[in-house]
T-cell receptor
Framework: NAGVMQNPRHLVRRRGQEARLRCSPMKGHSHVYWYRQLPEEGLKFMVY????????ESGMPKERFSAEFPKEGPSILRIQQVVRGDSAAYFCASSPRDGGWNTEAFFGQGTRLTVV | QKEVEQNSGPLSVPEGAIASLNCTYS??????FFWYRQYSGKSPELIMFIYSNGDKEDGRFTAQLNKASQYVSLLIRDSQPSDSATYLCAVTGGSQGNLIFGKGTKLSVKP
């Protein structure tokens, strides 16, 4: 859905660099979910945030990955010291409440991260 | 670990035929079930959701749910080449309502 904005759409990083992925939710949405999709794989849940709070980070790798959703501005998924295995499409979805997947939650267009 | 299983395909059907996509899930407590379509290089888009046992129809699409068998399916009638995509099955699984996705079934509709 065009309302959820992710940028950049494509990001190339060398091994060891940092990657910052941004997600601006739809207007009025205060809940953000991040998913990762490896080539030929389904989407894997990473983290669920509300404004200024991490609600569920059970899908986040323990090291190098972090996420935030400040009071003002987009949600940021940060990957430090990227490795080739981080190459994937990263999607965020926003919702006005918990879940809302039937009618209210929408995915952004994704950021394709390539680590060279 | 809650899991959603799908046949990866590819599933190939001729134009005008019925495409049948299947999905099983491991958590008997799952309540909500979703089918997403994803074109190559694009984001997932919701096609249908279903909560209750039985069938739910929307245009050419019918979702079927059997909670006793932990099975959900999607039927696409009068398949069109534009239906060629990967179809992702998803269930609500986390305590906070996040979706758990299967790996998807790639559908190819041949003219």
């Amino acid at each position: 859905n065009a309302g959820v904005m992710q940028n950049p759409r494509h990001l190339v990083r060398r091994r060891g660099q940092e990657a910052r992925l941004r997600c601006s939710p739809m207007k009025g949405h205060s809940h953000v979910y991040w998913y990762r999709q490896l080539p030929e794989e389904g989407l894997k849940f990473m983290v669920y945030l509300q404004k200024e709070n991490i609600i569920d980070e059970s899908g986040m790798p323990k090291e190098r990955f972090s996420a935030e959703f400040p009071k003002e501005g987009p949600s940021i998924l940060r990957i430090q010291q990227v490795v080739r295995g981080d190459s994937a499409a990263y999607f965020c979805a926003s919702s006005p409440r918990d879940g809302g997947w039937n009618t209210e939650a929408f995915f952004g267009q994704g950021t394709r991260l390539t680590v060279v | 670990q809650k899991e959603v299983e799908q046949n990866s395909g590819p599933l190939s059907v001729p134009e005008g035929a019925i495409a049948s996509l299947n999905c099983t899930y491991s958590d008997r407590g799952s309540q909500s079930f979703f089918w997403y379509r994803q074109y190559s290089g694009k984001s997932p888009e919701l096609i249908m959701f279903i909560y209750s046992n039985g069938d739910k129809e929307d245009g050419r699409f019918t979702a079927q749910l059997n909670k006793a068998s932990q099975y959900v399916s999607l039927l696409i009638r009068d398949s069109q080449p534009s239906d060629s995509a990967t179809y992702l099955c998803a269930v609500t699984g986390g305590s906070q309502g996040n979706l758990i996705f299967g790996k998807g079934t790639k559908l190819s509709v041949k003219p």
